[in-house]
């Protein structure tokens, strides 16, 4: 069984089994899947009233996507299910800072960086717009898709094909040449081509039906 293990905290795969990295077992996994299967979706309402009043929150998220494959194999079922520690946030001001300075922190420890590009950094425009609680983003041209937009600190996930557990490599050969080679690659950071900088600071952007469960502020929400 292969699990893959990100590490922000020191920017390269760490063992699983150290203190600040998440785990996710075959058990959670299978839990994760049932919840998905069940069709239920966690509401915007439900993780507005969450993250109320917080500026900033850590955050654990379990979720579940569906990976596309080359046309050969579209009948193929595909999921992965990741287990992730976050910051989310309510405030704009606050969340802003918070990415923008985990790009420069990470950014200004890699020694090929321009310092003043680093200094630079801006965040650029995207395909959705931040509602009035800043973690949750509304698509510009679908309205009524609503996604949680979320600064990765660490994560584990677990792939699954046809409902079995799977390695990187087995799902690897069901993807297109580009897919496989993003999969397995190595590398944990990000190109910035705007400004040219290279960092660790990782933000995703997932659809609301996906998410299943999701852990802050000593509360649990659970589809």
């Known amino acids: 069984m292969h699990i893959s ?26 839990h994760a899947l049932t919840l998905f299967n069940s069709n239920s979706t966690l509401t915007v309402a439900q993780i507005q009233q969450l993250l109320a009043k917080a500026s900033v929150t850590f955050a654990q998220l379990l979720y579940v996507t569906k990976v596309l494959t080359a046309a050969q194999h579209k009948a193929t079922n595909v999921q992965k299910v990741t287990n992730a520690n976050v910051i989310l946030c309510s405030n704009i001001a606050a969340h802003t ?44 041209q679908h309205a009524h898709k609503h996604y949680l937009y979320a600064i990765y600190n660490n994560a584990a996930s677990l792939y699954f094909i046809n409902n079995a557990v799977a390695t990187k490599q087995q799902v690897a050969a ?49 589809v």
């Open 174 to 222: 069901l993807l297109t040449a580009s897919a496989k080679q993003t999969l397995l690659q190595e590398s944990n950071t990000v190109h910035n081509k705007t400004h040219n900088i290279v960092h660790a600071a990782h933000v995703r952007t997932i659809a609301l039906s996906n998410v299943v469960q999701i852990k802050a502020r000593k509360q649990l929400l659970t």
């Open 5 to 30: 293990v990100i590490c922000m905290y020191c920017n390269k795969q760490c063992n699983a089994n150290s203190t600040h990295m998440q785990k996710l077992t075959h058990t959670q996994a299978l």
């Open 97 to 140: 800072s918070v990415y923008a300075n985990k790009v420069r922190k990470t950014a200004s420890a890699i020694a090929t960086n321009n310092a003043q590009a680093v200094a630079d950094f801006a965040a650029q425009q995207n395909y959705f717009a931040h509602t009035n609680c800043y973690s949750i983003v509304q698509h510009k």
